[in-house]
């Protein structure tokens, strides 16, 4: 239940991040968005447009999203660390929305070693990455970013289900393949019949209550990672 609270708040605290706006910052706008955008254009290469404000500039870092060709209408999360000095610093999220695919495939193939088929849940992070990751990393670079934060639902069938190792072995390997900073990946197993009806707002479901008939569950913050297993009798 400890665990499940925290995830919870975790989720909401992502959500809000991506979401809040700057309707308080009474502070004088600098130029400091051109410059985080022209900064963008160079680091990747295609033009970039202003979206919209999030997040609060109180803490000295200035957030805002925005779009580019490449991703449609996804806005890209652009955060300016001491905006106001000369040491600022420009992050962003871009390499968690160009990796979104490959991360669900990376899930699928863990999962699919052990069970015979599997749905996975993902979304972007909706903070911004370490500003020392360069815009040509690998796939195997960006997972190892710290600074990453990674929510993971993955359903597979009961029917597919041996015993407690297959969920051990797969946890176990994408805690120690992911470095990101903040995790929360669950692994369900629920009865066939739900398995063919299971949705991403579903398996978030099942993943906050004991429902399912096992389920295993990474759960990193504060530098400090845990797995737990649940049910499987």
Known sequence: MKHILLSAILIAAIMIEGTSCNIFNDEPKLNVNEMALEYMEQKYGEKFEYKAPTGSSYTGNRTFLATCESFGDETVVVQ?????TD???FRDNYLAIKYADRMIDYFSQIVNNQFGESKVYYSPTGKPLSADLPANATFEEYLMDPSDTILAWIVVKKSDYRDMDQ???IMETISSDCAAGMMSVYLIVI???EYID???SKARYYSMHELCFAKGEIFRANGNTSIDYYGGE
């Open 80 to 84: 300016i660390v001491n905006y106001k």
């Open 87 to 89: 040491e600022r610093q």
């Open 167 to 169: 969920l051990s072995e």
């Open 191 to 193: 009865e066939d019949s």
């Open 198 to 200: 299971c949705t991403d």
